[in-house]
């Protein structure tokens, strides 16, 4: 009997860490696992050597909820002058900054402007697929449907580059099983996140991809930048993603330029009835 009951359990908890699975892999448009169903997938076999491919995604964490917001204000260094003189002149719509929606002056969301790196893993890090080739590893966002190179052929990063909305990037292995990635020559008219953290075009951005085991993937992401902040801060730390299958469809989520105009269209609408 109890043996009875123990393969029944087993073979309700195989259809149950299933069903996910199931649901990216038929039909499209898939807006990613939700909190339960992140939650509960099992972990996986062995993870393979020098191999973090595959479509990932980031569950309630990569989205960014608030308590990731209270995790990374904890994190958060304190500014340098110049830091604070920046930080004021940013109104965000979230985090201890926040200002009321009609003084939001967010560029992603009132201009339209891209995410930019690494605003697009600290936020809304919803999915990624990860492609890697002889020479690059390749990341694919759902968000905005931007993508980033990352060079794995052995180059250095150039010593005065001409700013990016995504950077510069190259990437090494430390083990078997971490992908090292250092960013520079980032444009500072994003953000770093939400909150409306800035920075100078001196950010030097580190990500490190932990494969766990198959079916899991871990981020960890430091920002170095002296001009802003008085000492390096994480804004990711160990940041589980789970692995979906090949099938998966993403949806299409494009912030876009007309967006942003119908929604300050809608803010001043709001205000005018008052």
């Known amino acids: ?4 009951l123990l393969g029944g359990a087993a073979a309700l908890a195989a259809v149950l860490a299933a069903a996910p699975i199931g649901r990216a892999q038929q039909g499209w448009n898939f807006t990613g ?12 076999g062995p993870a393979p050597r020098r191999d973090i491919s595959g479509m990932w995604d980031g569950g309630p964490a990569g989205v960014g909820a608030t308590g990731q917001q209270a995790e990374r204000a904890a994190a958060r260094a304190p500014f340098t002058p ?4 920046m930080a004021r002149e940013n109104r965000p719509g979230n985090g201890p900054r926040r ?9 992603l969301s009132t201009l339209g402007d891209p995410a930019g790196f690494p605003r697009l893993v600290t936020f809304e890090l919803r999915g990624v697929q990860i492609v890697q080739t002889p020479a690059q590893v390749l990341m694919l966002y759902l968000f ?11 180059r250095s990063l150039p010593a005065n580059p ?16 971490t992908l090292v990635v250092e960013t520079v020559g980032l444009d500072d008219r994003t953000w770093i996140d939400n909150d409306g953290d800035p920075h100078s075009t001196d950010l030097r951005v580190t990500e490190r991809y932990r494969r766990v085991d198959q079916t899991t993937l871990e981020l960890t992401v430091t920002i170095d930048d002296p001009k ?10 160990r940041m589980p993603l789970r692995l979906l299958p090949p099938g998966a469809d993403w949806m299409e989520m494009i912030p876009s330029a007309s967006e942003a105009q119908a929604y300050q269209r809608a803010v001043v609408s709001q205000l005018k009835g008052k």
Do not use: C, H
Not at 100 to 107: K, L, S, T
């Open 228 to 237: 802003i902040y008085t000492k390096p801060w994480l804004v990711r730390n």
């Open 82 to 85: 110049l830091g604070e003189q």
């Open 33 to 44: 696992l939700t909190p339960a169903e992140f939650k509960a997938m099992p972990p996986g």
């Open 144 to 154: 905005e449907k931007r993508w980033r190179a990352i060079w794995t052929d052995g």
């Open 99 to 107: 200002v009321a929606v009609a003084e939001i002056n967010d560029p």
């Open 162 to 177: 001409e700013p990016r909305w995504y950077g510069y990037s190259v990437g090494r292995w430390e083990d078997d099983y």
């Open 1 to 4: 009997m109890t043996r009875s």
